[in-house]
């Protein structure tokens, strides 16, 4: 395929053309130049159809893993590996996973987990968990302030 320069100002305009998640400069160029023939083109219904619906898609927010990953971490001493503490979060947090939080994405990892993987993120670098270089592999670990942080549970 040919490669094309534009300027910023042409791909902006392509950028408020475009279909989110759906199409690329060529589709776009594609679509305004009527290049596609009318049998390939999707019916207006299949697009909509096609499109995830979200309802009833609710998902547990990422801080509310917080609390729950730090009484799992008190209870084993300040540091657990990241199955023990997921098993175990997974129970304290039963009630409130959702089906949506319960379902995959597409790396194939658990919603809830990938979640509560983020707010460790936030931990770290809030100096409450241990940075990974500072813990054994696949442990999450509470520093000096994260045992202060922790002793309220």
Known sequence: MPTIRIDEEVYAW???????????????????????KPSTQRPA???????PNLVGRVKTPQRAFRDPLLRVLKKHDGKADRMTVLKELEESMNDQLTDFDRSDISSGTIRWQKSAEWEVRVMREQGILKQVHEAPRGVWALTKKGIETASVF
Request: charged share 25%.
């Open 45 to 51: 219904v299949l697009k909509e159809a096609s499109q």
């Open 14 to 36: 392509l950028q408020t053309q475009a279909r989110p998640f759906e199409d690329t400069p060529n589709t776009v160029l594609r679509r305004i130049a009527s290049l596609d």
